[in-house]
C-alpha cells in the first residue's frame, strides 16, 4: 500500500495499474492482483488508505483540542503542515479531482466521498465554533468553510504549480484574516463546551464521517 500511495502521488490514480505497482514490487502482476482483484479496486484501496492516513494525522489530533475556535485552528494548522509536506509530494484529492471530476464511477465516487467527509468534518467545527460564542452570530458557516478550504487550494497551486515564494505565510495570513472577519472579539477562544465529552470517549467513537 505505501508503494501503491506513492505511485499515485506521483503519476496520479489514473496512472496507477497492476502491472505499475507490480514492476515496483518487483512482483509478478498475477501476485498484485491477487491483492486487489482489479485496477479499479486498487485505485480505490488507495483512496481509502489516503483518506485513513489523512484522518490520523490531521483530524483526530485536533479532538485533543477544545470545541470552538481551538479545535477550528488544529483543524486547519494540522491540514497546513500535511499540505507542506505534499507541496513536494503532491495531494490525491487535488490531482484525483483533475483526473476523475468529469469521470462517473466508482472512484470518483471514492473520491468524492473522501473529499464531502473531511469538508464535512470541517465545516462541523466552524458550526460548533459559531455554537461556542466564538464566532459572530451572524456568521455564515457555509461561507467561511469554502473560504479555509479555498486557502488549501490556491496554497497547492501557488505553492507547487507556480512556485510561488511566501505561498505558506499568505495561507497563514488568510486564515487568520477569516477569523478575524468572522470572529466574536468578546468571545474566550479557549472556552471549553457544556458537558464536555471524556477524551477516551470522544476518540473512540471519532470520525469526521461522525459529529463530535
Request: some cysteine; overall charge neutral; aromatic content about 8%.
Amino acid at each position: 500500500m505505501d508503494a501503491a500511495l506513492g505511485l499515485a502521488t506521483q503519476i496520479g490514480l489514473e496512472g496507477l495499474s497492476i502491472g505499475a505497482l507490480a514492476e515496483v514490487m518487483r512482483m509478478s502482476k498475477s501476485g498484485v492482483f491477487a491483492h486487489f482483484g482489479s485496477r479499479e479496486e486498487l485505485q480505490i484501496s488507495v483512496i481509502r488508505e489516503y483518506h485513513a492516513r489523512f484522518e490520523e494525522e490531521v483530524f483526530f489530533p485536533a479532538l485533543q483540542q477544545p470545541r470552538g475556535l481551538p479545535r477550528l485552528r488544529a483543524l486547519f494548522n494540522n491540514w497546513m503542515n500535511r499540505t507542506s509536506i505534499e507541496i513536494d509530494s503532491g495531494c490525491l484529492y487535488i490531482s484525483g479531482a483533475v483526473e476523475f471530476d468529469d469521470r462517473p464511477g466508482p472512484v470518483r465516487d471514492a473520491l468524492a466521498g473522501s473529499v464531502r467527509t473531511w469538508l464535512a468534518a470541517m465545516y462541523r467545527a466552524v458550526v460548533q465554533a459559531k455554537e461556542a460564542g466564538h464566532l459572530r452570530p451572524d456568521a455564515d458557516e457555509h461561507q467561511m468553510a469554502f473560504e479555509i478550504h479555498g486557502l488549501i487550494l490556491a496554497l497547492h497551486y501557488e505553492a507547487r504549480f507556480l512556485k510561488t515564494p511566501g505561498s505558506i505565510d499568505r495561507s497563514n495570513t488568510g486564515f487568520a484574516n477569516i477569523l478575524a472577519r468572522y470572529g466574536n472579539d468578546g468571545a474566550p477562544a479557549s472556552a471549553e463546551p457544556k458537558n464536555p465529552a471524556s477524551p477516551k470517549k470522544v476518540a473512540a467513537k471519532a470520525s469526521p464521517s461522525k459529529p463530535v
